[in-house]
């Protein structure tokens, strides 16, 4: 297999371009910086589609190894033809691998093999062939021999049926065959288990057709089988099957031979083929299954990570909590930590005016602006109490529910020790809390990212699988948008592009004894960090006071030279650089003068557009942009809920089947996939995103259970 043709066709890109970006991954390059720096060499592919060229093409080499492997073992066995190897070079997957070697995979015994041990294969070639002239009965009788156990004709027969069953069952094109036909024509049953369990109740007695079954549907079959509260199988008509491999097998059908065939055929189906097909398949299904889930995972992240942050102001972190209290954290524009409590008020018994006194002077003491809740447990009288605090205010505040998944991972976790080692484990999620609504993306790296709850099935995931996808959208958001080399925390840090763990805790200790850095080059007295590494994670480094304004950018330092000669040829004055912004410099880029930088420091225009779009706006957050979370000032409860009404809301979550969104009543509201647009869309992701704000209407309020039905078909 050509692996190069094999990755431009299935990823529809061009081969020179992929090959450059084979070559810079086989280099050690990482990910973020060939999708930022080596845009002349990939066509300006961004980091997701590296990325799929970068897993792909680790797939197809393994299938390659396994090829080797395959063509070596049954050489081995003297067994290897020019036929067989021209099969396995030609195989697309691992499964048309495994069907090929199959016929000569060790096996443990079975009923052919014992008939073979028999001397019986020339019986079943006499059969298979279905030539033989003669009663195939009295040809049977021959091979009667009490010391190897063939005590009849029909011992002798039936041995010979299962060599039959048993090839048919190995011959790799039959089972390709009987797999497609098994996944177009089959259908994914479940019924009632063992046990009982109000979640799976619409699984009870369900079925769909295995070529249309929906990913989520697939991933909560397994779960519930797994809990022994569903059983789940395939049925297919098994008539298709058969009549499929006689039309194979069968050469000259109503005779005494044939019907011998049609029997091991038969056998071969139901005792060997069947069971086999329906684990590949069902193994197949929940592998896609999961890997929607994952890319599901991967989207809903990276928009919740791409959060834009909430700039310069003073924030109090509520986590809520009901017989412990509500633990409190005031933190400065800049993520320190000013005042800390508990407050009682989540409770009828409670003092709600203590209670109040006590908020409000942390409020008017630290010049609060802004109020983070947690959206866990006793949410809802959290922020009921917090509306209803900021109503007496003489001071502009409002509020925010953010997500606190994971927020108890960080705060029991080593590094929430050594961050905070004087205070206990709920204040750190407060302080969590707090830093989330200021830098979301800066707070939630200290969380393995598989403990944030915007995902769906994803605690059934392969988790080896789960946990590099997320990380790789961990690290692509870190470095798209850059880091504060002096303010960065160590697991910030360790998503730079070639930064190890272990090197971004030695750049912390080194910025601990030696101050600041002032310029990105310092980098290189770091231990353990040399040049290799250097090139790969210093354009991601931000110093914004730094002796080089160049070392704000996003200006890698191998381009330095060709920034400063653009911004001299752009005729800027000496008043002007000392400014360190250009915003009009694309409109002063000429033709003439690009060319003339491009060729006297061999850069291409991709390079070139880049430099200028980051001196037009040096130290730029790409988040702020994006558009802002929606601050609330005020709450609202179930019961004040009314069908028609119209609300601003926040996407929390997107699933398969529609999207979570928070209405500021604490009980996120379910948009259905089939509410969310007039136009037809194939998935949710088409039209939302995590983090997104939008108008809904309600369409349906369920109290008892509390749950709420949205639409966005106003």
């Not at 299935?10 to 371009?17: F, G, I, P, W, Y």
């Not at 190897?85 to 052919?112: F, Q």
């Not at 991933?219 to 797994?226: F, N, P, S, T, V």
Request: charge should be negative.
């Amino acid at each position: 297999m050509d692996i190069l043709k094999q990755l431009c066709l299935e990823l529809k890109t061009d081969e020179a371009k992929t090959q450059n970006v084979i070559n810079l991954l086989d280099e050690g390059n990482t990910i973020p910086f060939i999708a930022r720096y080596r845009k002349e060499l990939t066509g300006n592919m961004d980091d997701q589609l590296i990325r799929s060229i970068s897993e792909r093409l680790a797939a197809l080499r393994a299938i390659e190894e396994r090829k080797a492997e395959v063509i070596r073992l049954i050489d081995e066995q003297g067994k290897l033809t020019d036929e067989i190897t021209a099969a396995v070079e030609n195989a697309k997957t691992l499964t048309e691998l495994e069907d090929i070697y199959r016929p000569y995979r060790p096996k443990r015994k079975t009923r052919a093999s014992v008939a073979r041990e028999k001397g019986l294969e020339p019986l079943s070639q006499l059969i298979i062939e279905q030539e033989f002239a003669g009663d195939i009965f009295e040809e049977a009788s021959k091979y009667i021999d009490e010391e190897k156990g063939v005590s009849s004709v029909e011992d002798a027969i039936n041995g010979a049926k299962d060599i039959i069953a048993e090839d048919v069952s190995d011959n790799a094109d039959y089972r390709k065959n009987i797999r497609r036909l098994t996944y177009m024509n089959g259908v994914i049953a479940s019924k009632q288990g063992k046990g009982e369990n109000s979640v799976y109740q619409m699984y009870y007695e369900f079925s769909e057709p295995v070529k249309a079954v929906a990913d989520h549907r697939i991933l909560a079959m397994d779960r519930g089988e797994k809990e022994d509260i569903l059983s789940v199988k395939i049925d297919v008509d098994s008539e298709i099957i058969t009549s499929y491999l006689f039309k194979e097998l069968i050469t000259k059908d109503g005779t005494q031979l044939s019907d011998l065939v049609k029997e091991a055929i038969e056998d071969s189906y139901k005792r060997l083929i069947a069971p086999s097909i329906e684990n590949e398949i069902r193994s197949d299904l929940t592998e896609r299954a999961q890997n929607g889930a994952i890319s599901l995972f991967s989207v809903n992240l990276k928009n919740l990570l791409m959060t834009p942050p909430v700039k310069g102001h003073i924030v109090l972190g509520v986590d809520p909590g009901y017989r412990t209290g509500c633990k409190l954290a005031v933190v400065d524009s800049t993520g320190k930590v000013l005042e800390t409590g508990v407050g009682y008020f989540t409770l009828e018994h409670h003092d709600l005016e203590k209670a109040k006194k006590q908020v409000r002077g942390m409020i008017e003491r630290n010049s609060v602006s802004l109020i983070s809740i947690g959206n866990g447990t006793a949410t809802g009288e959290s922020e009921k109490f917090i509306a209803s605090l900021i109503g007496e205010l003489d001071r502009p505040v409002k509020y925010m529910v953010v997500s606190e998944a994971g927020a108890s991972v960080y705060s029991a976790s080593e590094l929430g020790a050594k961050e905070f080692p004087d205070y206990d484990v709920s204040l750190r999620s407060a302080v969590s809390i707090a830093r989330r609504l200021q830098d979301p993306l800066a707070e939630l790296v200290k969380i393995d990212p598989r403990s944030i709850g915007v995902g769906q099935y994803q605690h059934d995931c392969n988790q080896k699988k789960l946990s590099g996808a997320l990380g790789g959208v961990v690290e692509d958001c870190v470095n798209n948008v850059g880091v504060d080399l002096n303010t960065a925390s160590a697991s910030l840090l360790s998503y730079i592009s070639g930064i190890s763990s272990a090197v971004a805790k030695n750049i912390v200790a080194y910025r601990e004894e030696n101050g600041s850095f002032t310029k990105r080059r310092e980098l290189l007295k770091v231990s353990k960090l040399g040049e290799k590494a250097f090139v790969q994670c210093a354009g991601f480094m931000r110093i914004p006071d730094g002796k080089e304004f160049l070392d704000n950018t996003s200006v890698h330092p191998e381009s330095y030279d060709a920034a400063r000669a653009l911004i001299e040829k752009c005729g800027y004055t000496k008043e002007e650089i000392k400014k360190s912004s250009f915003p009009d410099i694309l409109t002063r880029v000429t033709k003439d003068i690009a060319e003339a930088i491009c060729k006297q420091f061999d850069i291409g225009m991709f390079t070139l557009r880049d430099i200028c779009d980051t001196l037009a706006k040096p130290g730029r957050d790409m988040r702020d942009e994006l558009p802002k979370p929606l601050l609330r000032s005020g709450c609202m409860s179930l019961e004040e809920l009314t069908t028609g009404m119209i609300l601003d809301g926040t996407v929390r979550n997107v699933i398969d089947f529609g999207a979570f969104v928070d209405i500021g009543v604490h009980q996120d509201g379910l948009v259905h996939i089939s509410q969310i647009s007039d136009k037809f869309i194939k998935h949710p992701t088409d039209v939302l995103s995590v983090g997104d704000i939008v108008k809904v209407k309600i369409l349906d309020v369920d109290k008892e259970k509390k749950r709420i039905s949205l639409t966005m078909k106003l």
